[in-house]
Nanobody, 126 residues
Framework: QVQLVESGGGLAQAGGSLRLSCAAS????????MGWFRQAPGKEREFVAAISWSGGNTFYADSVKGRFTISRDNAKTAVYLEMNSLKPEDTAVYYCAASPPSNSGSYFIPRRYNYWGQGTQVTVSS
């Protein structure tokens, strides 16, 4: 079992930066694939970024590639999302998600992930 708590959301201006954090509980955290998803009002939840258990592999949605960076600290059982050059279209609730090693399939789809945080709001003004 893994519990996830996001923090770091808020209001930013276009072109600005925010850093999201996700604190995880559970001694098996280091074996989980971790992902960030977001959901804007009236839209489906969409993939943002994912990171392998070791941190050696990262994956990004085309819409954030080059602007966002996902990282993890297994010693602190935390995962981060550094967001730069923010755009108004980045406005959404951002969710941290965890996928146990037994799961397979694409990192890009929500159903791979068993555990979710409560979400943190990110609002980017133009």
């Amino acid at each position: 079992q893994v519990q996830l708590v996001e923090s770091g959301g808020g209001l930013a201006q276009a072109g600005g930066s925010l850093r999201l954090s996700c604190a995880a509980s559970g001694r098996t955290f280091s074996s989980y694939v971790m992902g960030w998803f977001r959901q804007a009002p009236g839209k489906e939840r969409e993939f943002v970024a994912a990171i392998s258990w070791s941190g050696g592999n990262t994956f990004y949605a085309d819409s954030v590639k080059g602007r966002f960076t996902i990282s993890r600290d297994n010693a602190k059982t935390a995962v981060y999302l550094e967001m730069n050059s923010l755009k108004p279209e980045d406005t959404a609730v951002y969710y941290c998600a965890a996928s146990p090693p037994s799961n397979s399939g694409s990192y890009f789809i929500p159903r791979r992930y068993n555990y979710w945080g409560q979400g943190t709001q990110v609002t980017v003004s133009s």
